[in-house]
DNA sequence: TATATCATGTAATCGGTTACATGATTAA
DNA sequence: TTAATCATGTAACCGATTACATGATATA
């Protein structure tokens, strides 16, 4: 019944995965405001990573205090500020330090799959409609994934008109990452229509609406 | 930059799907302590949702305000008691108004994959470490699955032995489910796989620590 | 004889989501 | 002309993780 207050930890930890999202877009990328990096985030790092404009922000924050990343205001009209943060030393450190560990986490929340998990309470044909929400939504996803591997592919042959638009086209790992996440998502969305055929053979009347 | 307090939410959402979660394993499995809902979370919700036991007690106690669940304790000695839940029908009816939504959300956070991106920041010999201890992290998991599927398979042919020990055997959904994991699973080693022969060909010298 | 693991829960902290703000274009 | 979308950020809240507790039995 003791309370003992807890003594602070040695040495908290600064940093989290988010973190070295962040770090490793500005270090691959190159100089961005935290909107730029928002936009990163769902183009190169949708299959393993998601995170919210608010949170990217935070981190930035975060990161300038740490004196990982430095901000430069470029001022707008009738717009708020332009914030560009760019990688310094001390961060590109810190994320070679965290490349160096070989500890990985994995977390995974998948709304669809638990809906399906226990789809024998679900009233009738409602499984069936959110079987083919979730069907179209990884459709789209499988649909982006294939958009991607396009311009990597594309700008790989071809000189680069813009000037840094496509430095990881030469990066042995973009390909590969975008590779596994369309087998992942061909592989899901021949699962769910598998079982809508099955939903269909179960309630014939059902099948629309 | 006039302060606007914010009104209450009209009706705030009083459930997650984690809070299904836990509500759908208490109507497929029956009666049960946290205790037994966190291996019950690890066994059958592994491939979909991650849940530590602490938040698992915590929905259960919201639940009870809720009126969803009752919770009997059992006395035993020298151990904390066994607080055993149940759903109710308030629970019961929850469960299938959530399953009426189509409403589906997806979080995916995979630290190897984030580690692997940002691979050519790596110092030499560290991502092949990464890979390796994510390779085997993702074999146990995916034998695991195949132990989950053989269970099923025997279970639904034999005589049930143990009363209530496996209900899910002749659900349509378990089966499938297992299915899918064991198949993401053999993506997902087969893709590090090869990323690892790429990378032993890149750097042979390091291939041994 | 330490050290895990089983067994069962509570409390504090923090990562991440949702809401709040603002104003200019573009589309319906 | 109403509503989105672009553009850019801050603040509040809450879901989820980590730490705290306890005491058996099994294992090294």
Redesign the pocket.
Known sequence: ???????P?AE???A????YGVLGLLSFIGPM????L??AFDHILSPMW??????I??????METLGWVTME??E?????????YSIISAGQQALTAWEAQPKI?L?M?DELLLKITFGSFAPPGALMATVKAGLAFHEERLAEFRENLHHLLVRHDQPQEEPGANQNAGDPFARRITLLAIEAEEVYTRWLRELLDFLKEREPQLEDR
Chains 1, 2 share one sequence.
């Open positions: 019944m003791a309370i003992r207050r807890k003594e930890p908290q930890p600064e989290y995965p988010i973190t405001s935290g909107y730029d928002k936009r998601g995170a919210a404009h608010s949170q922000y935070k981190e930035l924050r975060r205001r470029e707008q009209e009738s717009r708020p500020d332009r914030k560009v986490s977390q929340r």
